[in-house]
């Protein structure tokens, strides 16, 4: 087999359609088209749910729930959140922050953090962070150590 013997597999290329080009083509007249309607005319056909005047399904539907509007869900606080059992890999007596935390990985830099209550903290920790669980609060005091709130 030499490179100019190289040729598509049987089937896996077909000609261009040619439409518009007159009736001998099989695309002539309405080039494929049909005959009036939305379908027919230039600008393209229906968006996505149209269905053809009568009322859409989702208009149809009976709404629930509460829908959070965009503006307010770009101003909500975003919390990194970090589980108390992460927090063992500290050693004893060391002071955890939002900075600390990424370093290791935890959580991106420069997010607001918040420690959760899942799991057991058995060292004595400092841990600095923007809001606390009821739950991870006393634990971290019941394990001799400070859990302290940053103000930003």
Request: proline residues 5%; aromatic residues 4%; positive net charge.
């Amino acid at each position: 087999m030499r490179l100019g013997e190289l040729k598509p597999a049987a089937g896996s290329t077909t000609p261009e359609r040619r439409i518009g080009r007159g009736i001998g083509s099989g695309m002539g007249k309405t080039s494929g088209r049909g005959h009036k309607g939305r379908g027919s005319r230039s600008g393209g056909n229906t968006p996505p749910g149209y269905e053809g005047g009568q009322m859409p399904l989702r208009r149809r539907v009976p709404k629930r729930g509460f829908r959070r509007l965009q503006k307010n869900a770009a101003r909500r606080e975003e919390f990194a959140l970090v589980n108390l059992r992460q927090l063992a890999e500290f050693p004893e007596g060391a002071t955890v922050d939002a900075a600390a935390l990424a370093e290791r990985g935890f959580i991106p830099a420069g997010r607001k953090l918040k420690i959760l209550g899942d799991g057991e903290i058995k060292t004595k920790l400092t841990v600095r962070a923007d809001a606390f669980s009821a739950a991870a609060r006393e634990k971290i005091g019941a394990a001799g150590g400070a859990a302290e709130i940053v103000t930003a």
